[in-house]
């Protein structure tokens, strides 16, 4: 009997085993400049400025801020009265965004935890940002998430998200020789395009402001893409709380 055949087999995806995967990461120092937020928080602070006024937001919250480079740059280029907060699942995640943060004038609060709801309290939240965060997520972490979402922003706040496009989630799969788990490396879990994620949002109960396809890779880079294929496509979405 082949390997393939006696121990192959999908991941069921836990909260120790995610925990797992992402403070292995977090901690692997290879693995720091693969981060999204580092490759593009400039990037991702431009998209929101085009449709965001930020000298109108007070309180900004990055949900799912990972080792905290987003926040590093939207830090960087603060309002007068601005503040920020992270949180994310991952204990290592959170020490190693706090080591940057703290370099910087620190105008952030960081927030480890393992449940929702989040604990900020309800309306208190200007602008959210869940970038890379969606596609990590089961259909219950996905409700509560987006419930979570819905109660701390305030009204007329705004949600930022990004997400790979129609992504290939095959094509990103690997195999644990060890013990014939099959898994997606980064654990993406689902794929979205612009037409099912407009959907989902508007069943949370958000005002869909804009979803569009942008390409973050450098143009020369695109332009080899016959060589080697960029990073897929990213849906960026912008949608607003209705004011009751």
């Known amino acids: 009997m082949s390997f393939s055949d006696r121990s192959r087999h999908d991941i069921n995806w836990s909260r120790n085993s995610i925990d797992r995967l992402w403070n292995y990461y977090a901690s692997n120092p290879s693995y720091r400049h693969q981060y999204f937020g580092l490759q593009h928080a400039k990037d991702i602070v431009t998209e929101a400025s085009k449709q965001i006024h930020f000298g109108n937001i007070s309180c900004v919250l990055d949900y799912g801020c990972g080792q905290g480079h987003l926040l590093a740059e939207l830090i960087k280029q603060r309002h007068p009265g601005q503040f920020f907060h992270g949180l994310d699942f991952s204990a290592t995640s959170i020490l190693e965004a706090q080591i940057l943060l703290d370099k910087l004038n620190n105008f952030c609060q960081l927030q480890h935890i393992n449940t929702l709801p989040s604990p900020y309290s309800d309306n208190s939240i200007d602008l959210i940002f869940a970038t890379e965060v969606i596609e990590h997520l089961t259909d219950d972490q996905l409700i509560d998430m987006l419930a979570d979402i819905r109660r701390i922003l305030k009204p007329n706040g705004f949600l930022f998200l990004s997400t790979p496009n129609n992504e290939d989630l095959e094509a990103n799969k690997t195999i644990c020789p060890d013990c014939g788990c099959v898994f997606h490396r980064w654990q993406h879990l689902r794929q979205w395009t612009a037409e099912s994620l407009s959907e989902?949002?508007?069943?949370?109960?958000?005002?869909?402001?804009?979803?569009?396809?942008?390409?973050?890779?450098?143009?020369?880079?695109?332009?080899?893409?016959?060589?080697?294929?960029?990073?897929?496509?990213?849906?960026?979405?912008?949608?607003?709380?209705p004011s009751p």
Do not use: D
């Not at 869909?208 to 016959?226: D, G």
């Open 200 to 241: 989902q949002m508007r069943f949370a109960g958000l005002k869909n402001k804009s979803i569009r396809e942008v390409s973050f890779a450098p143009r020369w880079r695109r332009a080899l893409s016959f060589l080697k294929p960029v990073h897929a496509n990213t849906l960026i979405y912008v949608g607003q709380l």
